[in-house]
């Protein structure tokens, strides 16, 4: 029975002293910087097909919802802004085309709504 209570004693005093030494070590840290987070509900996508002469993009969604018509949408390169666009349709599946608002689009430009 001894041995019971010294089993419980010494793994009590192992959790406490591993719960204190958690708090001892991230006490004195700094807020850590800041994170980019990105909404479950937020849209993201790719330039599948340009048309430079009608000035309209297909666009591709496969993993979130296509935007409705008449949304706002806009075109990153590399991490740049270079384009605003309008969601006019038609919606096929994964697919809807905008038309180019401003600025210049590309195969591949990410496509997001913010």
Known sequence: MKWLASLILLTALMVLSGCAHHRASTAG???PAAAIVTSAESLAGR????NQAGRF???NFPMSPVPPVDQ?????????KVAALRVT??????NTVAD???????????????
Do not use: C, K
Not at 100 to 114: F, K, L, M, N, Y
């Open 29 to 31: 840290l700094s807020a």
């Open 100 to 114: 180019i608002v401003s600025g210049d689009a590309r195969v591949g430009d990410e496509v997001r709504d913010q």
């Open 89 to 94: 349709g038609p919606q096929d599946e994964d």
């Open 57 to 59: 993009v297909v666009l």
């Open 72 to 80: 706002t949408l806009f075109l990153y390169r590399a991490g740049l």
């Open 47 to 50: 330039v599948a097909a340009y």
